[in-house]
């Protein structure tokens, strides 16, 4: 039996203080905290009808009028996006697109003009839009050197540039890759009622790339000298921290349709009016069957034109709406008790189970 | 039911001793350790045929582990299956074979064998084999997803702690061998006993250990302070069992020892076993040959107590002995929730598969379709111009390029398969046995223990348990017996008089008071006659029953001081609670048990000193369910008393003297059951000379006889057991434990089935059910008790009819009611042990478990520990629902490791059940916080986190396949 007593025996009496006491002293009792007793107070809320279609009608509410004021902001942007890679190609080489582009004879200057819809505020931003074009694709995203731009010290640091790493006499290019070599060379000039518009290239890339991801030291150098020409050329004497459209160009799209920033007018654009635009139509996209698209276009608080949010915002607001009134109605209409257990599953089916 | 006759096992030699053995054992203590390791490694014990004999109805087997080894012993030692001992001769001991030394290494690794062995063992798990094979794919150029570093860092920084973690933990099971194998113990030299490292120990070397010494190693006892041979350890450290177990030295070496002139003989034991509770050999003294069994072995890691010295000769050293054989780990059982997590994480392998067989397909069609474009994409640019001759840049062809897409998306979509959830399910489980080892509501008062977590990952299971079966003595039932009323020649004394007296009896020894350490209510009128003496036809009965009582046991007492130097308390310690209390109680009507050596015991016989010669003592064995002791009485008599189960003991009572008494003594026994008191028939005869003669031989021929030792000693104490007359009956009181009818009361309400299993009488386990409230009086009994294949198949059937005619009108009320839960008349099935050797045979199987699965509560009484075992396979095979097998006791070991999750009760019982156990509490009641508190929770939190990290992880990769 219990080496130690049990509360029944006779001899417990004379030594009860000191076993007791030892065995306090030696409990192993859990301490009480309400951490450990998984006594915290917590909060899990049970969904009431009321609980649920007030906070749906809460949702709505807060839900459609952002919805509403982005449409807004987004429809008083001013848009215009003009295709042109197929009509800047002359009539005699339609059939035969690759063979223009890639000819050094042909005259690739275009001038398409149109007219401003309604009045467009500066700064108006310059995009071009190229679809089709996969710079995300894992061969091109990688073929790049990223330390070579920073720093002229690690100019030769070209192994991960592949195909475009060095010359033909192995000495580096810079800036070597697949991204820089195909850097995009079509450029626009405007000008409105035959007057000409100064383009800004002020501001066009990230403070932070030119600061520290493109050196002020690094001069591009064998750029574009290979057998296949990839894109524009850079000059040679502008460090890469001032090469800016190379600096956005390397800034890869995550998605094949992507629009990259090419300038800024800095004056406002009157409606009616009419914008011509000199496009220097050199980028092979025909390769491919890429589209090349001119946008021009203001912003607002929302950013450029994004009718999507307010859409999403609209619609999620208005099924929740939608929601809290039927569950309302059902509740008028036919309310059960809650909490009822004759709906668990193991009582609605009588033959299943009982203990 | 015989084994020996339905076993055909039995007789011959059995290739698989420890499991033969464990499937014999029903006896409390004796379910080894050992045999764990054979359920453990197939579950199979199972497929084990459940032939072995029936339920041990009382646990007074005290030192049933030795006729267990005899039993063992069946089969002869041949010279290649034994290990030859020169006692004292290490050398030549060791020089045919090199036994093991007496250093432990439990370290896995040496310096060397670290980082292979490390890693090796680690890379056992899958999770780390994916990781490793996504960092190579990532390795090669071609595939490079991610950095090539990036890849590999978490992998081996999770290698690298682990490593650090096992390589401390290695470091400090090192420093304890160091200091195991450090230790000093005297060892028998040229001259005398020397101070000697217990990593020099030798087999054949002969040790002296001193009191509250721990053994080195496994040694036969040759001689003890005791003149009589008797050394008391204690096993605490082998099998957790607090109490003091008595262990012999044979009286031919004790004289050869007191000689003084050395010591030289042979041992042929068997070879190193994991069984702690068997051992058999034979020693060779002088010619003579002694045989040596389980009583004679102390092994290592006990500790001598109340001798002063023992000395034992090596057999087992080092990793030989049946400490170091025993210590595995415990079984590991696996979650439904992680089983059913496997076979989805194979369908989302599948799925990964198909998602890049449809990205290398599209990337195929793509290439197709771009084939000529490819050389000039700007953002493919197949040809590499720099060197001035065209050649392909990166690619290496059509086919490669679809092996190389494959590949790559597979590394991309790697987190498709939720190899993390893996170790964060870890980590929750740890974080949620936290939670159980601390909850407040699990701890145990008044054993001053905290729930134990012993299986980390079945925590969830906890929270889907549908059939609970429970052991009754320990688990239910506090297994504190206390003796309650007696019926003795015919006459139930139990009337309503019963008190407790100031101190209860005592004896008065050299000036000092002693007295039992427990009081036991006495009867007064009883307690009169028993004083009154031999005189009166009555009190000669009391005076033979109380003797029967204090006599016919195992029980050591041992006198412990107390505060008051005039007053020293009687504890009896043995290995029985049943045969505690009897003593007890027979010590409080006057027969008080004073001293045992193991050849004569002293009794107190209302202050009168006698002293008796135990002249043999026949063991508890589970298939005679009784026991015998031989005493020549002071008046120059030779006796036999004889106790044990009601059922064993009136087919070997002397029917035709007194059958009045026979019909008294059966009523009563009714009785006593009726009220949930365990009960135990005593018997006695007187043998003349001619009879004692031939017992003493044929007794002295079988307990040296090497070949079916076991069988001859049964034999012989059947022979014996015979025509006695009937003293009377006991009965004892099993005490429920705290809050069980409530929890068996909730864990119904919760729609969990329980399931009792118990050894106890039918009687006593309906009446457990009763004020269990597992029965309720509106339950309708169906009550299966048969004796042969035919009839108990027929019974079921009947059953099984009567069940549905209850169910479908319990149904149609339920129906019209329109509320279950309460369904009309609950069923309750009460099955013994005699008809479920027939049922799960195998062909009643399915018609039990139909009946079974219909009933609302089941009871099974008389069932042996397979048997126990054997039921839960029953439903663990037919249904999907979770078991949890509960038990405290050594029997219900095989039914722990048999169930979904196994709870051991850390009781009164040893520790085996906890040793075997997932999870070991205090109380039969904890179990409702357990399982409808931590299990609901556990299973909700790990089932959300895992819907989670699916979803999770299929929003990441859908996106990226977009």
């Known amino acids: ?355 | 039911m015989r084994m020996d006759s339905n076993n055909p096992l039995g007789n011959h030699t059995n290739t698989e001793p420890t499991l033969n053995s464990s499937s014999r054992r029903s006896t409390s203590s004796v379910q080894s350790r050992a045999s764990r390791g054979n359920s453990v490694s197939g579950k199979s014990v199972s497929g084990v045929s459940f032939d072995l004999s029936g339920a041990r109805p009382v646990r007074h087997g005290s030192r049933g582990a030795e006729s267990d080894g005899f039993s063992m012993s069946q089969r002869e030692l041949s010279d290649e299956d034994a290990r030859l001992i020169y006692i004292n001769d290490p050398e030549k001991s060791n020089e045919r074979y090199e036994f093991a030394g007496n250093t432990v290494r439990t370290g896995k690794y040496s310096i060397l064998t670290f980082l292979p062995r490390n890693l090796f063992e680690q890379f056992h798990r899958i999770a780390y084999i994916y990781f490793l094979v996504i960092a190579i794919l990532n390795q090669l150029p071609q595939l490079a997803v991610f950095g090539r570093t990036t890849s590999v860092l978490p992998l081996a920084i999770v290698l690298l702690v682990t490593a650090i973690k096992d390589a401390y933990e290695d470091w400090r099971r090192h420093r304890s061998d160091q200091i195991e194998n450090n230790r000093m113990a005297r060892v028998l030299g040229d001259d005398g006993f020397q101070e000697k490292k217990w990593k020099n120990i030798r087999v054949g070397e002969i040790i002296k250990i001193s009191a509250n010494d721990t053994l080195p190693c496994d040694t036969v006892l040759l001689s003890t302070s005791d003149p009589t041979g008797v050394a008391y350890v204690q096993t605490i450290n082998l099998d957790g069992e607090s109490n003091l177990k008595t262990r012999y030295a044979r009286q031919e070496t004790i004289l050869r020892m007191s000689q003084k002139e050395g010591m030289s003989g042979l041992i042929k034991c068997e070879k190193p076993s994991r069984n702690i509770y068997g051992f058999q050999g034979n020693m060779e003294v002088d010619g003579k040959r002694l045989s040596l069994g389980p009583s004679n072995i102390v092994l290592r890691g006990c500790e001598l107590k109340n001798t002063a010295w023992a000395i034992g000769v090596a057999v087992y050293c080092g990793r030989e002995t049946k400490a170091m054989l025993n210590n595995s780990g415990a079984p590991s059982k696996r979650s439904r929730l992680e089983a059913y997590m496997n076979r989805e994480t194979l369908f989302l392998s599948l799925f990964l598969i198909s998602l890049c067989t449809i990205v290398s397909v599209l990337a195929a069609v793509w290439l197709r379709r771009h084939r000529d474009e490819l050389d000039y994409l700007p953002y493919y640019r197949r040809k590499s111009y720099a060197s001035g001759k065209p050649k392909n840049y990166n690619y290496y062809g059509w086919g490669w390029e679809i092996v190389f897409t494959f590949l790559m998306s597979v590394i991309v979509f790697q987190i498709m398969i939720p190899i993390s959830l893996y170790i964060s399910m870890e980590l929750v489980r740890v974080g949620q046995a936290y939670f159980m080892i601390q909850d407040n509501k699990l701890y145990d008062e008044a054993s001053n223990s905290r729930f134990q977590c012993r299986a980390l990952n079945i925590n969830e299971d906890l929270g889907q348990i549908k059939y609970v079966f429970s052991d009754k003595t320990g688990t239910l039932t506090e297994n504190k017996m206390e003796f309650q009323c007696a019926s003795i020649w015919g006459v139930d004394y139990r009337g309503g008089t019963t008190c407790v007296q100031g101190d209860g009896y005592s004896v008065q020894v050299d000036g000092q008071v002693w007295r039992p350490k427990m009081k036991v209510k006495a009867d007064l009128e009883l307690e009169r006659l028993s004083k009154s003496g031999k005189q009166t036809e009555e009190g000669k009965h009391i005076h033979d029953f109380f003797l029967a009582l204090a006599a016919c046991n195992t029980i050591v007492p041992i006198v412990v001081d107390t505060s008051d130097p005039a007053v020293r308390l009687i504890d009896y310690q043995g290995e029985s609670p049943d045969e505690q209390a009897l003593v007890y109680a027979a010590a409080a009507y006057g027969f008080m048990l004073m001293e045992r050596t193991s050849g004569h015991i002293v009794i107190d016989v209302h202050g009168e000193r006698q002293r008796f010669d135990v002249l043999g003592l026949h063991e508890f064995d589970s298939d005679r369910k009784r026991m015998s002791v031989i005493l020549g009485c002071p008046d120059d008599t030779v006796k036999v008393f004889v106790k044990g189960a009601d059922t064993s003991m009136f087919s070997v009572i002397d029917k035709f003297s007194n059958m009045n008494i026979i019909r008294a003594t059966e009523s009563h026994l009714h009785n006593f059951s009726s009220v949930g008191l365990r009960t135990l028939v005593v018997g006695m005869r007187d043998l003349n000379g001619s009879e004692f003669e031939q017992w003493k031989f044929a007794f002295e021929t079988a307990s040296t006889a090497l070949i079916g030792r076991a069988a001859l000693l049964r034999k012989i104490a059947s022979n014996i057991e015979n025509n006695l007359s009937i003293l009377g009956a006991s009965g004892i009181e099993d005490k429920l434990q705290q809050g069980v009818p409530e929890a068996i009361e909730s864990l119904r309400m919760a729609g969990i089935k329980v399931w009792v299993l118990t050894g106890d009488k039918q009687e006593t386990a309906i009446s457990i059910g009763y004020s269990s409230k597992l029965l309720t009086s509106n339950m309708t009994q169906i009550i299966i008790n048969n004796n042969s294949k035919e009839s108990c198949k027929k019974s079921l059937e009947d059953a099984i009819v009567t069940s549905k005619t209850l169910m479908t009108q319990s149904g149609v009320s339920q129906n019209t009611e329109g509320i279950s839960g309460t369904a009309g008349t609950p069923v309750a099935l009460i099955i013994d042990g005699t008809s479920l050797v027939y049922v799960l045979d195998g062909e009643l199987e399915e018609q039990l478990f139909q009946l079974a699965s219909g009933c609302s509560v089941v009871l099974c009484c008389r069932v042996a520990p397979l048997q126990k075992a054997g039921i839960v396979a029953l439903i663990k095979k037919r249904t999907d629902d979770m078991t949890l097998a509960i038990g405290d006791g050594a029997n219900d070991v095989s039914m722990i490791q048999m169930a979904d999750v196994g709870i051991g009760i850390s009781g009164q019982e040893g520790r085996q059940a906890v040793m075997a156990s997932d999870f070991a509490m205090g109380q039969f009641r904890f179990l409702v916080p357990l399982l409808l508190v931590h299990g609901h929770w556990n299973y909700q939190r790990m089932g959300y986190m895992i819907l989670y990290n699916f979803y999770r992880n299929a929003v990441f990769v859908l996106v990226l396949f977009w």
């Not at chain 1, 450990?36 to 009431?48: D, G, H, M, S, V």
């Not at chain 1, 580096?172 to 697949?178: D, F, Q």
């Not at chain 1, 195909?182 to 009622?193: A, I, K, Q, W």
């Not at chain 1, 929601?323 to 109605?329: K, N, V």
């Open chain 1, 1 to 355: 039996m219990d080496p130690n007593g049990g509360s029944s025996s006779a001899g417990a009496a004379d030594g009860a203080s000191d076993p007791a006491a030892a065995r306090r002293r030696h409990s192993k009792k859990p301490k009480y905290s309400r951490f450990t007793q998984q006594e915290l107070p917590a909060c899990k809320p049970i969904l009431t009808p009321g609980w649920v279609i007030s906070s749906f009608i809460f949702v709505g509410i807060i839900f459609i009028p952002i919805g509403l004021a982005s449409l807004f902001a987004s429809e008083r942007v001013v848009e215009i996006v003009h295709r042109y890679d197929k009509d800047c190609v002359p009539a005699s080489y339609r059939n035969d697109m690759l063979a223009y582009i890639q000819s050094n004879e042909t005259n690739k200057t275009c001038t398409r003009t149109f007219l401003v819809p309604k009045q467009m505020k500066s700064p108006v931003y310059i995009y071009y839009q190229l679809d089709n074009f996969y710079q995300n694709h894992r061969r091109y995203v990688k073929s790049r050197s990223d330390k070579q731009l920073r720093s002229r010290a690690s100019e030769n640091d070209t192994s991960s540039c592949d195909p475009e790493d060095v010359t033909a006499n192995k000495s580096a290019i810079v800036p070597c890759g697949l991204i820089a070599w195909s850097l995009f060379n079509d450029t626009y000039g405007f000008s409105v009622n035959n007057t000409l518009l100064g383009v800004s290239k002020k501001n066009i890339a990230w403070k932070s790339d030119q600061q520290h991801k493109f050196g002020s030291d690094v001069y591009p150098k064998n750029f574009q000298s290979g057998g296949l020409i990839g894109g524009a050329k850079l000059n040679s004497s502008i460090p890469l921290s001032q090469q800016v459209d190379l600096i956005v160009w390397m800034r890869t799209a995550a998605l094949p349709t992507f629009r990259k920033l090419y300038g800024k007018i800095e004056v406002d654009l009157e409606a009616n009016s009419e914008l011509t635009v000199v496009i220097e139509n050199n980028y092979n996209t025909y390769s491919f069957g890429g589209k090349k698209k001119l946008v021009l276009s203001t912003t607002s608080w929302i950013g450029g034109k994004n009718d999507f949010l307010g859409i999403a915002y609209i619609t999620l607001g208005g099924l929740s709406l939608f929601l809290a009134i039927s569950f309302l109605l059902i509740y008028i209409i036919k309310p059960r008790p809650l909490g009822d257990p004759t709906f668990l599953s193991w009582n609605r089916n009588p033959a299943g189970h009982f203990n």
